[in-house]
Nanobody, 115 residues
């Protein structure tokens, strides 16, 4: 079981920006592929963005062009820069491995986009 800790969520107006962070334990090797997931109320948890150990990225169509995933292997941290936020981006955001480890789901961080 690997403990991942998400942070950086909050309340933001439509069109605004937020940057989420995901901290992993120091003994986690940087070769692992990581992803950001989100779960809106009453909906399933969806994969939003992925990044390989070498930095290759993929995005869900709904966030492509607005979100950017990145990682700092020296800090064992994965980021999600979110721009041009929309009401439909409102959700709890989680990070996990690709594929996800059941024991590694953290508390997530709430992102609310509202005027």
């Amino acid at each position: 079981q690997v403990q991942l800790v998400e942070s950086g969520g909050g309340l933001v107006q439509p069109g605004g920006s937020l940057t989420l962070s995901c901290a992993a334990p120091k003994n986690i090797r940087s070769i692992y592929d990581m992803g950001w997931y989100r779960q809106a109320p009453g909906k399933q948890r969806d994969l939003v963005a992925t990044i390989t150990g070498r930095g290759s990225t993929t995005y869900a169509d709904s966030v492509k062009g607005r979100f950017t995933i990145s990682r700092d292997n020296a800090k064992n941290t994965v980021y999600l820069q979110m721009n041009s936020l929309k009401a439909e981006d409102t959700a709890v955001y989680y990070c996990n491995f690709i594929p996800p480890l059941g024991g590694s789901w953290g508390q997530g961080t709430q992102v609310t986009v509202s005027s």
